[in-house]
Each structure stands twice: as C-alpha cells, then as structure tokens.
C-alpha cells in the first residue's frame, strides 16, 4: 500500500476516532488531520496545546463547548453533498469538547501550529460561503472555501471540493513544494475523501519530476492521501461523485500554486 494513502478504521475508537495523520505518521512538519464519528450524545475531547483548530462538521449535528464559549447546532447536513459546510475555529491553548445532537455526527479536526497565538475564536457558518465553479467541460468543479485567505487563521488553510462523476479536479496537475512567492508557496496538504455511492472509488496521482515520487492511488470512501510535495490531481470515475476536503499548512499562510507545464495547455 502506498505510504501516502490513510485508511479510515472500520469502527470508531472510544474516543470517536476514525482516522488519525500527525506530523509525526506523515513525516512533515506542520499538518495533523482527524476524522471523529459520533454516535448521539457521544462525545470526544481534544487540547489544541500549540496548535489552531479548524472543525468541519462533515454530517449530522454537533454541539461544541469550550472556555470560549458553547457553539450550539453546528452543521445539519446529511452528507457533503447535502449543503455547505459549517465549521468553527478555535486558537492555540484551547480545550474543547464535541457532542453529537440526534442521528450521530461526523467532524474533521484540521490542525496547524500557531506560535504567534492564531486568530478569534469564532464560528465559519456555511451560510457565509460563496460557491466558486472552476475549471470546465470534464475539469469543471465546485469550491467551497471554508477557511482560506478571506478568513483569519496562522497556519491552517482549509477548502471542500465537489468533483461531478466522470470529471477531473485539482486538474491540470499543479504543486505547492517550494518556498517562492509569488510563484509558488510550500504547503503540505491532506485529501479526506467521501464518495456517493460509497462503494465506489477515485483515483489520484501524486509526482514530482525531480525526485522518484510517482504515485497512483485508488482511493475509497473515507480514505486520507497525503500530498508531502509535487503535482497532484484527482478523477471521479463514471457513476461516482467525489468530495474531498483539503488541508494545507506550510511555512507562510499563502496558497500560490504552479501547474505542470506540460498540462498547463488545457486551461
């Protein structure tokens, strides 16, 4: 199996967990990403410590307390596809606790260090989310920026993709390795994918033309990839529509990206 694929478990720990990337599993530096399923009325706890917090309320509906405050009714969607996504932020030394509502919730915990204190603990209601559409034809997808450039963090962008079945996303191929703005930002990033019907699968390619790495991943629902460095992109097979929600944190809060010049045509 590829190192840069993540298998979500298939059944929840105590605590909720289903899929788990620290720094430390994925041999980087600034991205840890998890995935909690919750039953009604379970709970899961987590300490931020020195890292910001970004929680994505994936489906169903989850109450979230912390020092900051109580964030009542986060979420309401019975799938990604259902509507745009709520999420909350909270900065470094918080401690938080996540309750679902009735029918069970799924929530994204999305983490990135915060040295200099991160940003206002706040709510990222969908509601505020301007849809973009990008690209065309079998390239064009559909942007759901949850906490990108627009809204305050340190580290941690964070965005939802919905790829049509048939189409391709995160296309032409582009990369985000090096440290050179404004041409390109270094940026680790992770892809945690749902797909409808989920007995399906997608596929994604990861490659660096400098160095060995040159992957091609099937992916199934819930799977995690890891994007350490070089041009990736991703296709929805016939049948099957794919979400994918991206992470990505680097060494500067910019997302400036370079397309593989032997695709860059197809724009």
């Not at 720990?13 to 990403?33: H, K, Q, R």
């Not at 799924?106 to 973009?132: D, Y």
């Not at 296309?171 to 749902?194: A, C, F, G, I, V």
């Amino acid at each position: 199996m590829s190192e840069l694929l993540v298998h979500a478990a298939s059944a929840p720990a105590e605590d909720g967990t289903i899929l788990s990337v620290t720094p430390e599993s994925a041999g980087w530096e600034y991205i840890g990403f998890e995935v909690v399923s919750l039953a009604a009325g379970a709970t899961a706890e987590r300490a931020c410590g020195a890292r910001e917090l970004c929680a994505v309320v994936i489906s169903g509906v989850v109450h979230v307390a912390s020092e900051h405050g109580e964030w009542m009714d986060l979420g309401g969607r019975s799938d990604p596809w259902a509507g745009k996504p709520d999420a909350g932020y909270l900065p470094p030394g918080s401690h938080v606790a996540f309750r679902a509502a009735d029918g069970g919730a799924e929530v994204a915990l999305c983490w990135a260090p915060a040295p200099g204190g991160g940003a206002e603990p706040r709510v990222l209601p969908g509601e505020e989310i301007s849809v973009e559409v990008r690209g065309r034809g079998v390239h064009e997808r559909h942007i759901r920026p949850i906490l990108m450039a627009d809204r305050a963090a340190e580290s941690l962008l964070v965005v939802e993709v919905l790829t049509p079945e048939g189409h391709w996303s995160s296309y032409p191929p582009h990369k985000h390795d090096h440290d050179d703005p404004p041409r390109q930002s270094r940026l680790e990033e992770t892809y945690y994918n749902r797909i409808k019907p989920p007995r399906g699968f997608g596929l994604m390619r990861v490659y660096a033309c400098d160095t060995a790495l040159d992957e091609a991943i099937a992916f199934r629902d819930r799977d995690c990839v890891l994007v350490p460095r070089g041009y990736h992109t991703v296709s929805a097979p016939p049948g099957y529509e794919v979400y994918y929600l991206n992470v990505m944190a680097g060494p500067a809060r910019v997302w400036a990206i370079a397309n593989d010049p032997d695709h860059e045509w197809t724009l």
